[in-house]
C-alpha cells in the first residue's frame, strides 16, 4: 500500500519559493562593495556621505548636545520619543519648503504608508501614476479608499482618461462629496525622469472644478539635486499651494535617515492620530536628527548650490559621451535619460552582463530585472554623484565601450 506523502515542510516551501525566483534570475541576494569600488550606484546624488564638510558640522551638533543627553529616543514619539529638538527639526523643514507644517517619519517607506494608508476617506478615489514606488502600493492596499484606478506613466491625457471616466460615473465626486487624490512622483527612481505637474494641475482644475482633487507627491529622488538649494521640483515650479502632501525623504542626497510629510496643520494631526507606521516605531534617536538638521543647514546655507552645479556639469558631460555609444549596430544599446537628471537607464538584453562587465573593472553599477521594473524593461542604473571625477566617467564609458565591442565580435561570430 502507498502512504500518503508527507506534507512539505516550511522550510522546504521557502526554499522552493527561492529556487522559483532563481531559475526567472529575480533572486535579490545582499551583497558588500569593495571599499576601492566607484560609486554609480547608491542615491547618493550630492556625495555628501563622505562630504568633510557634512561630517565636521555633524559632529559638532552631536558635541553640543548637553551632557546625559539621551542619544536614543527612548520610544514612539507619542509615548517618550518626541523632543523639542524633533518639533524644532520640523518646522526648520517646512520653513525652507515653503510649507505650513510638516511630521517626520522614520523612513519615506513609512511616510508613504503612513499617509496613503489613513488619508484616503472611505468612497475616496485614488488616481496613481502607475510607477509609483512599492511604498505607495502598500500604502494604498491598507487604504480605505473606494477605489484605485492607475493611468500611463507621466501621461496627462491617460490621467485626464482616468479621470473622465470616473468622475463622470460618479455624482458624489462631481459635486464635490468625495476626495480624488493624486498620486505622483516628482522624479521616478528607475528611469529618473521628471513628471509633468504642470499638465497634470491643468487636468485636475478642469476636470475637478470643486476643487476636491488632492496631490500628494513623492520628491524622494528630487531633494537635494532639483529646485532652488534642493528644494525639489515642485518649489522649482512654484506649486507648493497646489499640492496637499509633499514628502521628501534624507536618506538619498541628503545622506541621513527618514522623510517628512509636508502638510497642512490640520493634516499633520490627523497623522499624529492615525497614522499607525507614527504611532506604533520607535523615534528617531537624536543622532539622526542631528544628521537631517545638519544636510539642511547646507541646503539652507546654500553650501550645496557648488555641489549642484558640479553634478549638472557631470551629467551633461555623461550624458554626451553616452550618446556617442548609443548608435552600435547589431547590439541592442539604448540609453534613456531626462535632461539635468543624476539617473541613465541604460537598455541592453543582457543587462546582467553589461553590470557585470562593468563590475569587474571596479564600477559599481547595477542590472534592475523584473518585478522592480517591468518586464521588457530590463536596465542597467547608472547615478552620477558629484564626487565622481572625471577620470572615473572616462573609466565608466571606456568599460561600457569595450564591452560593446566584444558583444559586437560575439555577434558576429553567430
Not at 53 to 61: I, N, P
Not at 179 to 200: H, K, L, Q, T
Not at 205 to 213: F, S
Not at 379 to 399: A, F, M, Q, W, Y
Request: charged residues 20%.
Amino acid at each position: 500500500m502507498g502512504g500518503a506523502s508527507s506534507p512539505k515542510s516550511l522550510s522546504d516551501s521557502l526554499r522552493q519559493a527561492l529556487q522559483q525566483r532563481e531559475a526567472k534570475s529575480s533572486r535579490r541576494k545582499l551583497t558588500v562593495l569593495p571599499s576601492s569600488s566607484v560609486d554609480f550606484s547608491s542615491n547618493d546624488f550630492l556625495s555628501l556621505s563622505t562630504s568633510p564638510v557634512f561630517r565636521a558640522r555633524f559632529l559638532e551638533h552631536l558635541q553640543q548636545a548637553p551632557p546625559l543627553y539621551p542619544f536614543a529616543s527612548g520610544g514612539s514619539r507619542l509615548l517618550d520619543g518626541n523632543s523639542a529638538y524633533a518639533e524644532e527639526l520640523e518646522d526648520f523643514i517646512a520653513t525652507f519648503h515653503n510649507s505650513p507644517g510638516g511630521l517626520l517619519f522614520n523612513s519615506g517607506f513609512d511616510a508613504n504608508v503612513g499617509v496613503l494608508s489613513t488619508i484616503p476617506q472611505p468612497g475616496d478615489l485614488i488616481v496613481y501614476d502607475e510607477l509609483i514606488h512599492a511604498s505607495a502600493y502598500e500604502g494604498m492596499r491598507l487604504s480605505r479608499a473606494g477605489k484605485r484606478v492607475k493611468f500611463s506613466h507621466s501621461s496627462p491625457e491617460s490621467l485626464e482618461a482616468a479621470l473622465q471616466s470616473e468622475v463622470s460615473a460618479d455624482a458624489l465626486i462631481q459635486d464635490g462629496r468625495r476626495n480624488v487624490f493624486i498620486v505622483i512622483e516628482s522624479v521616478y527612481s528607475m528611469d529618473g525622469d521628471v513628471a509633468p505637474i504642470r499638465e497634470f494641475i491643468e487636468v485636475v482644475d478642469r476636470l475637478l472644478p470643486q476643487n476636491n482633487g488632492y496631490f500628494i507627491v513623492d520628491e524622494a529622488h528630487a531633494t537635494g539635486v532639483f529646485g532652488p538649494r534642493g528644494a525639489g521640483v515642485v518649489q522649482e515650479l512654484g506649486v507648493e499651494d497646489r499640492m496637499f502632501i509633499r514628502t521628501h525623504t534624507f536618506g538619498k542626497a541628503l545622506a541621513s535617515h527618514g522623510a517628512i510629510v509636508l502638510c497642512s496643520p490640520e493634516t499633520r494631526d490627523y497623522l499624529v492620530n492615525y497614522a499607525r507606521t507614527l504611532i506604533y516605531t520607535t523615534a528617531l534617536g537624536f543622532p539622526f536628527l542631528a544628521s537631517i538638521r545638519t544636510a539642511y543647514e547646507l541646503l539652507v546655507e546654500g553650501e550645496t548650490e557648488q555641489l549642484q552645479r558640479k553634478l549638472g556639469e557631470l551629467i551633461l558631460d555623461f550624458r554626451s559621451r553616452l550618446e556617442d555609444l548609443s548608435s552600435w549596430g547589431s547590439t541592442t544599446f539604448e540609453v534613456d535619460h531626462f535632461t539635468s537628471s543624476p539617473i541613465f537607464s541604460l537598455r541592453s538584453r543582457v543587462p546582467r552582463q553589461l553590470a557585470s562587465a562593468c563590475q569587474q573593472e571596479g564600477y559599481i553599477v547595477r542590472a534592475i530585472m523584473p518585478p522592480t521594473v517591468p518586464a521588457g524593461k530590463e536596465r542597467v542604473r547608472v547615478c552620477l554623484h558629484s564626487g565622481n571625477s572625471v577620470e572615473e566617467i572616462d573609466g565608466l564609458i571606456e568599460t561600457i565601450e569595450t564591452w560593446l565591442h566584444q558583444s559586437e565580435k560575439k555577434a558576429a561570430r553567430l
